[in-house]
């Protein structure tokens, strides 16, 4: 992690409760953002650390932080490939984020629809 990860994940960490699950949700987005850009050519992984310390800024739980900083990680297809991302997500952060990701996903389906 260069510094600039190291502070913003040190202030999502002030108020998150379990410090372990902290740095394996930062390490999975990490390499699943790795090299992807928003079309404002934002880095994912940047986005996603400003998310989570926004959500805890905000007084947000640890699986809605979790979740918010991994909603882009699965393609929700209903593909094979997407069933093993979300089956691989449930397993290392249990069911709540695994629904709290299906359901991001969708309202962003839902908005690029309109």
Same mark, same amino acid.
């Given at each position: 992690m260069t510094s600039?990860? #190291?502070d913003i994940a040190q202030k999502i960490a002030k108020k998150f409760p379990d410090k372990k699950t902290l740095g394996?949700?930062?390490d999975l987005a990490k390499?699943?953002?790795a090299g992807k850009t928003w079309i404002t050519g934002e880095n994912y992984f940047e986005h996603?650390?400003?998310l989570g310390f926004t959500l805890r800024e905000m007084g947000a739980d640890q699986a809605t932080i979790v979740a918010g900083?991994?909603?882009h990680t699965c393609n929700i297809s209903h !593909?094979?490939? !997407?069933n093993n991302q979300l089956a691989a997500l449930k397993k290392k952060f249990g069911q709540e984020v695994t629904t709290l990701v299906q359901r991001a996903f969708e309202l962003i389906?839902? #908005?690029?629809s309109i």
């Open positions: 600039k990860d #190291f394996k949700v930062l390499d699943a953002y996603a650390k400003r900083i991994l909603y !593909s094979e490939q !997407s389906l839902i #908005f690029y």
